[in-house]
């Protein structure tokens, strides 16, 4: 039964009293002095405070268990704030306790056994540089959502000083750089360079002494990691014990986190970064025709085909870091990843991956004979090693035999990239490049997502995908072949299609038009530049865009009169310089044979037609190379 008791007392001090009244003497005789505490004889409006307390379950030993709280200016707040203690002591919670969130914090980490190693070192992390320095004193009872505004306020101001620091220190680099440039320059001129020595090793010692404590800065994204490491402690305390009243963290309002958007490297994109070395973001992805220049360039690689395979099956570098051999077959063309490489400071264990990033991988035949072809390397050097050969059974190693480090995997991945001269990109944006050139070959967005490894769609869709030139230019273009525009032309030659022109059905003309005087244009069809024209019309139009609808209504007026099917218009005129683009267009469109063969006078098969001998297979490289 909830029976509180109420009453004032004061910090008053005064003689002290026993309980019948009497005066309380100390060894000389004197009247002791202390605080008189509930006999102080102002005690009444105004003066004083309110306390409370309240009988709670007993604990072990029936030993008795009075909750009491004070230092409330009205007897209502004094009332509120009973019920709510004694309806967290009846809910489970144990409001005498004096635990400090530290202590609570340590038991919780202490507790979860079943985290993966990364993310444990992760909330570790956190625990040691946020949330105990920040939240470690205060009692686990008196924890509210003021507390972790002020632990988020603490770190934004420290987050305006490490920013101040580094640019001072990006200050003191250039004055490093550029005291190195005036040394350089003074090459064969002694005293001079005597002097630019000394003020480069100056500028040299400055630069070194201002890194000192230089410390990153804790970016937004981390804070709700912090956050949710915060969550994930609370949310625990409140399901074992009810130690708290509420999750805090989840009122908590933080900087918006926007995960960066992968780019492509354009042109213009790579003219800037080989200009001025600046990224446009942290998230680079090649194009198809970059992607195919890295390749070339690696071919004589060790790894080369490690990095194909990253490239064309977007797996994770601790996942590769892992594969065994026994996970591989050559002869189904598929791997299954279900081991992994995680790296802790420096440190490797071997890990099972999440459920959802269990999962086998079909091969390309390409990729079938590059893992062939791998594995013999793998077998000349396990000859030539002799005994000093490591046997680690995995698919990816050194020439000795021993087992790739993830991180050195990536170190290997940016250095082979500096010397290709290509723009750069990160290992782990190879997945976006995976992910892109699935999508850009037509495959659905399921079949990426499962080739990733991820949960679902939305991850897949959200983050491992960009938009390659190709694929907007066909999205732009699209529009063009379903909303027919009436643009008046004449024919000066009609359009024919050759026999030769056809490929399985399929034929691809490009519709080049010229601009013959202020508002006249010319458009002649062809297969190739330096092919014959197989038509011709002229308009009066504006600009490009007459132009290319013009070329298309041609085409699909020809497609009409003879059953065939305009499947796709592409326009190219951005392909021409800024100052040609008012002259000249370039439409690409392909037409389709309505018709299809008949299916009569075919058979159920009796039989299958014999596979090809895996070795020939095995050996396209050098098929390609006798080509």
């Not at 000389?28 to 009444?44: A, M």
């Amino acid at each position: 039964m909830f029976e509180p008791s109420y009453y004032r007392r004061c910090q008053c001090k005064g003689p002290l009293k026993d309980k019948e009244g009497n005066p309380v003497l100390d060894p000389d005789g004197n009247p002791k002095i202390g605080d008189v505490g509930l006999t102080c004889p102002k005690l009444g409006k105004g003066h004083g405070t309110w306390y409370f307390y309240f009988e709670a379950e007993r604990g072990e030993g029936n030993k008795r268990a009075r909750v009491r709280r004070g230092g409330f200016t009205k007897l209502d707040d004094a009332k509120k704030k009973a019920k709510e203690l004694y309806d967290a002591a009846t809910a489970g919670t144990d409001v005498l306790s004096n635990e400090t969130c530290g202590d609570f914090f340590l038991r919780w980490i202490k507790a979860k056994k079943t985290l993966a190693r990364t993310t444990r070192h992760g909330y570790e992390e956190h625990l040691n540089n946020y949330l105990l320095p920040h939240l470690g004193h205060i009692a686990r009872r008196d924890l509210k959502v003021r507390h972790l505004d002020k632990m988020f306020d603490a770190i934004e101001k420290e987050n305006n000083e490490r920013i101040l620091h580094r640019l001072r220190v990006d200050q003191l680099q250039k004055e490093r750089d550029a005291a190195h440039r005036t040394w350089v320059k003074a090459a064969g001129k002694k005293e001079e360079r005597r002097t630019a020595r000394r003020a480069f090793l100056d500028a040299n010692a400055a630069l070194r002494e201002g890194k000192k404590g230089l410390r990153k800065v804790t970016s937004a994204a981390t804070m709700h990691r912090i956050n949710d490491t915060l969550s994930s402690a609370l949310s625990w305390g409140i399901k074992r014990e009810q130690a708290f009243a509420r999750n805090w963290a989840q009122l908590v309002e933080l900087p918006p986190a926007t995960r960066p958007k992968p780019l492509v490297w354009t042109p213009e994109r790579i003219e800037n970064w080989k200009r001025t070395g600046e990224k446009p973001g942290p998230v680079m992805v090649w194009t198809p025709q970059l992607t195919g220049q890295f390749l070339d360039f690696v071919t004589d690689d060790w790894l080369y085909e490690l990095w194909h395979s990253f490239i064309f099956l977007g797996p994770r570098r601790g996942e590769m870091a892992a594969l065994p051999w026994t996970e591989v077959s050559l002869d189904a063309l598929w791997l299954r990843i279900s081991q992994q490489i995680v790296e802790v400071a420096y440190e490797l264990y071997g890990e099972a991956p999440k459920a959802d990033s269990v999962r086998t991988l079909s091969l390309s035949l390409e990729s079938g004979d590059n893992l062939a072809a791998f594995r013999t390397k793998q077998e000349k050097q396990r000859q030539e090693w002799a005994d000093a050969y490591v046997e680690s059974g995995r698919v990816w190693t050194h020439e000795n035999g021993e087992g790739l480090h993830p991180d050195w995997i990536s170190r290997r991945f940016t250095r082979l990239v500096e010397l290709s001269g290509l723009p750069p990109v990160r290992l782990h944006d190879l997945r976006h490049l995976a992910a892109t050139l699935s999508l850009l070959a037509g495959h659905d967005i399921k079949v990426v997502q499962e080739k990733l490894g991820h949960s679902s769609r939305q991850i897949t869709s959200d983050t491992y995908t960009s938009v390659l030139p190709e694929m907007m230019r066909a999205e732009a273009e699209s529009v063009m072949a379903v909303v027919p525009r009436d643009v008046p032309f004449k024919v000066r030659t009609p359009l024919a299609i050759p026999e030769r022109a056809w490929q399985n059905d399929i034929a691809v003309f490009y519709a080049h038009g010229a601009r013959q005087s202020r508002d006249t244009w010319a458009i002649g069809a062809q297969t190739q530049p330096d092919a014959d024209l197989l038509g011709m019309i002229t308009l009066a139009g504006r600009g490009q865009d007459d132009a290319a609808n013009a070329a298309v209504k041609w085409f699909r007026d020809h497609c009409t009169a003879n059953e065939l099917e305009l499947v796709r218009v592409e326009n190219f005129n951005d392909r021409y310089p800024e100052e040609q683009r008012v002259d000249f267009s370039l439409t690409r469109l392909t037409v389709a044979r309505s018709e299809t063969p008949s299916v009569d006078g075919w058979a159920l098969p009796t039989g299958l037609p014999p596979a090809p001998a895996r070795a020939s297979r095995r050996t396209s490289k050098e098929r390609r190379k006798a080509a």
